[in-house]
């Protein structure tokens, strides 16, 4: 029998995550079936259990429901426990859920190893200090970069985030209007670019060998990503690549197999472009 996977979420329609992984399915010859599914958002706990108890094997969850899956895992793994908030959830075998966070591998990935960016000795720069931040703050400190200065326009928000990190790493926190100096990489993770918006950021944080990261990603390139190269940034990325190595690292971690990311962002990136 089709193992059934699902993404929870809403709003949902505009989710790539079931071109993604049935995609992947394909690819590795795993016998799953992934769809998307609006949950009601006083009726997220009620929607995973009956989904689970029908068979569902495994799901991921988006806004707004990260802190809820993390609320009503079973067992909770390191990455998800620092970033307390979930988007991979897996039905053991004694029909416990087992809570997780992809997302920061997912990042981490798409930096090192599709766009070849070193991590470790660098000065970081991130933007925001809400849930994507946390969810990628451990995997970033793990490549032992030189700092992680965490900037918001909430700088005490920004402040409680780098305490909670503060053990892991050289990790300090800013207004926007308070950056000095200048970073080797820049990740954009506000969600200012879904709104044509800039967070407030000194142009001076940028140099010619600063690599900015924007965490979200459409069809044209993102405002923040247009502000960096007009600054004369050394390189701009946007976040597919992370969307899709998430991915990857959730199905690993249902399925014990590794799909392989290259040719799904290729067809994504095309798909785009139409």
């Given at each position: 029998?089709?193992?059934?996977?699902?993404?929870?979420?809403?709003?949902?329609?505009?989710?790539?995550?079931?071109?993604?992984?049935?995609?992947?399915?394909?690819?590795?010859?795993?016998?799953?079936?992934?769809?998307?599914?609006?949950?009601?958002?006083?009726?997220?706990?009620?929607?995973?259990?009956?989904?689970?108890?029908?068979?569902?094997?495994?799901?991921?969850?988006?806004?707004?429901?990260?802190?809820?899956?993390y609320?009503?895992?079973?067992?909770?793994?390191?990455?998800?426990?620092?970033a307390?908030a979930?988007?991979?959830?897996?039905?053991?075998?004694?029909?416990?859920?087992?809570?997780?966070?992809?997302?920061?591998?997912?990042?981490?990935?798409?930096l090192?190893?599709?766009?070849?960016?070193?991590?470790?000795?660098?000065?970081?720069?991130?933007?925001?200090?809400?849930?994507?931040v946390?969810?990628?703050?451990?995997?970033?400190?793990?490549?032992?970069?030189?700092?992680i200065?965490?900037?918001?326009?909430?700088?005490?928000?920004?402040?409680?985030?780098?305490?909670?990190?503060?053990?892991?790493?050289?990790v300090?926190?800013s207004?926007?209007?308070?950056?000095?100096?200048?970073?080797?990489?820049?990740?954009?993770?506000?969600?200012?670019?879904?709104?044509g918006?800039?967070?407030?950021?000194?142009?001076?944080?940028?140099?010619?060998?600063?690599?900015?990261?924007?965490?979200?990603?459409?069809?044209?390139?993102?405002?923040?990503?247009?502000?960096?190269?007009?600054?004369?940034?050394a390189?701009?990325?946007?976040?597919?690549?992370?969307?899709?190595?998430?991915?990857?690292?959730?199905?690993?971690?249902?399925?014990?197999?590794?799909?392989?990311?290259?040719?799904?962002?290729?067809?994504?990136?095309?798909?785009?472009?139409?």
């Open positions: 029998m089709t193992d059934l996977y699902a993404v929870f979420g809403n709003p949902i329609g505009h989710s790539k995550s079931p071109d993604i992984h049935n995609a992947f399915a394909e690819q590795t010859g795993e016998d799953l079936f992934y769809k998307a599914i609006l949950a009601p958002l006083d009726g997220f706990e009620d929607e995973v259990r009956r989904f689970v108890s029908h068979g569902g094997h495994g799901l991921n969850v988006t806004v707004p429901f990260k802190e809820n899956a609320r009503m895992a079973d067992e909770i793994t390191p990455r998800a426990q620092q307390q979930v988007n991979t959830l897996k039905k053991l075998d004694d029909g416990r859920l087992l809570a997780d966070n992809t997302d920061g591998a997912g990042l981490v990935r798409d090192t190893v599709n766009h070849s960016v070193s991590l470790a000795g660098k000065r970081i720069l991130i933007l925001g200090a809400g849930g994507a946390r969810g990628v703050l451990q995997p970033l400190l793990e490549e032992k970069p030189a700092e200065v965490i900037a918001n326009r909430t700088a005490s928000k920004a402040e409680l985030l780098a305490n909670d990190f503060a053990e892991l790493g050289n300090s926190a207004g926007f209007g308070d950056i000095e100096g200048s970073f080797g990489i820049i990740i954009n993770g506000t969600s200012a670019s879904l709104a918006e800039l967070p407030p950021v000194p142009e001076s944080a940028v140099s010619h060998v600063t690599v900015c990261y924007d965490m979200m990603y459409s069809s044209k390139t993102t405002v923040f990503n247009a502000w960096a190269e007009k600054l004369g940034a390189r701009t990325i946007d976040g597919l690549g992370m969307l899709v190595e998430q991915a990857a690292e959730a199905f690993f971690v249902w399925r014990g197999v590794r799909p392989q990311t290259a040719r799904v962002m290729k067809d994504l990136r095309s798909e785009r472009r139409r």
